[in-house]
């Protein structure tokens, strides 16, 4: 990763603003930066640097917030995956269920994220983009993503196969519409008729193209990846870093064998050269520590994106829940699909995410790097968020050494326990 310069200032806001200062470990742009300072004077970072280079009498009044030794100060996390929180369903559609789940997640750290949709029938998804939609231009998501519903029937997963379709222009074309740009992403199977004409008709509208729920051979995934990327690259309003990604990496594929690779070897090949991205569930359910490990080290942290595939039973007991118009169960966090038993997202948060990836034996700047900063190019956000630079939106976490949650500031807003 191109290494952001960290011990820069910019001028300070108006000193009615509340100013904030944090001291310890900095996590950015995958670097571990220790003993610095990072200042906050309302919604901007102001001062990011060493702590020999930082005088306090330009913060007169700061309230300190505590970061406890051996924890650390990392950007606000960034989740392109997640269906929801807290009770709160972001495919049903209901509003304030879906405020409830992002009221939720951003004082669990997770300060940006897309709002996740299934698959489902026609006037379903469009009042979930309806719905959601309002929460994009509050500022409260940074967006939609649609995983479906151009699927794989031999690998839905926890999709409903009943709505499963070959894909569909005139119904894309109505969800852009409806969703009057707050759709970012799209899962897709790269072998079903009319995909080449999907991609490039995402890509358009600059909706991120993400590979998966697919039972693609290496070639066909491999020629779809790299015309997605083409794609973005040539579409108006393109940004540097534009590339698509691949939904839940070994979710939703065949699994990664010898003598038939899978869509699964072209994933890891090309997010390797940085023309794809790859999504990893980080849980410990959906994923080995042993494979994400792996995968870090063959493609680099700055080609994975992490994510939870969240649902609403996350922050909530076992218990039964909803995805969509789907029954879940969950059991010892595990949540599987009362039908058959299939795996139904997830329910740990980002930082949960984050912990987890890091007892798998990823160092802890990878780790927050792939939360923060990669997704945050993904969607085009890196001048904003995703990074602890002056300038940027204060969007911070103070951690302890264990990832502990201490502190969560959004734009500079001190956010407090969230009610779960």
């Not at 949709?117 to 939609?133: C, N, Q």
């Not at 995402?202 to 693609?216: F, I, M």
Request: hydrophobic residues 45%.
């Amino acid at each position: 990763m191109t290494p952001a310069d960290l011990s820069s200032s910019t001028p300070r806001q108006p000193a009615e603003s509340r100013t904030f200062v944090l001291a310890g470990t900095v996590l950015s742009d995958g670097r571990a930066l220790p003993d610095h300072i990072v200042a906050v004077v309302g919604s901007r970072i102001t001062f990011a640097g060493p702590r020999s280079s930082f005088d306090a009498a330009d913060y007169p009044g700061a309230v300190e917030l505590e970061v406890p030794a051996g924890g650390f100060i990392l950007p606000g996390l960034v989740d392109l995956h997640c269906h929801g929180a807290a009770g709160g369903d972001f495919p049903g559609g209901d509003e304030d269920a879906c405020r409830t789940a992002v009221d939720f997640l951003h004082r669990h750290g997770t300060t940006t994220l897309l709002a996740s949709l299934v698959t489902a029938s026609r006037d379903d998804l469009l009042t979930g983009i309806r719905s959601l939609r309002v929460l994009a231009g509050e500022g409260l998501i940074a967006g939609i993503h649609s995983e479906g519903p151009f699927l794989s029937t031999a690998r839905c997963g926890a999709q409903n196969p009943d709505w499963l379709r070959h894909p569909n222009l005139a119904l894309t074309a109505e969800m852009l519409e409806v969703a009057g740009g707050s759709l970012k992403s799209m899962t897709y199977a790269p072998e079903l008729p009319g995909a080449k004409d999907l991609v490039s008709l995402l890509a358009q509208h600059g909706v991120t193209p993400s590979l998966g729920h697919t039972d693609a051979d290496p070639s066909t995934a491999a020629s779809s990846l790299e015309h997605a990327a083409e794609s973005l690259a040539a579409a108006p309003g393109s940004w540097a870093g534009t590339r698509p990604t691949v939904t839940h990496l070994f979710n939703g594929m065949p699994p990664l064998h010898h003598r038939n690779p899978g869509p699964a070897s072209a994933c890891l090949r090309l997010a390797r050269a940085g023309t794809a991205a790859v999504e990893l569930i980080a849980d410990g359910v959906h994923l080995s520590p042993e494979t994400v490990h792996m995968v870090f080290e063959l493609v680099g942290a700055e080609n994975v994106v992490l994510v939870t595939d969240s649902m609403a039973a996350t922050g909530l007991p076992d218990g039964d829940y909803a995805l969509g118009p789907a029954s879940v169960s969950v059991r010892d966090s595990v949540a599987t699909l009362q039908s058959n038993g299939a795996l139904a997202g997830g329910t740990a948060t980002m930082l949960d995410v984050v912990r987890r990836t890091v007892a798998a034996g990823v160092s802890a700047a990878d780790a927050a790097a792939s939360a923060s900063c990669v997704p945050a190019g993904i969607l085009g956000m890196d001048h904003e968020i995703g990074s602890v630079r002056p300038g940027m939106r204060a969007d911070l976490l103070a951690v302890d050494a264990e990832f502990g949650l201490l502190t969560v500031l959004r734009a500079g807003t001190l956010l407090g326990p969230a009610a779960a």
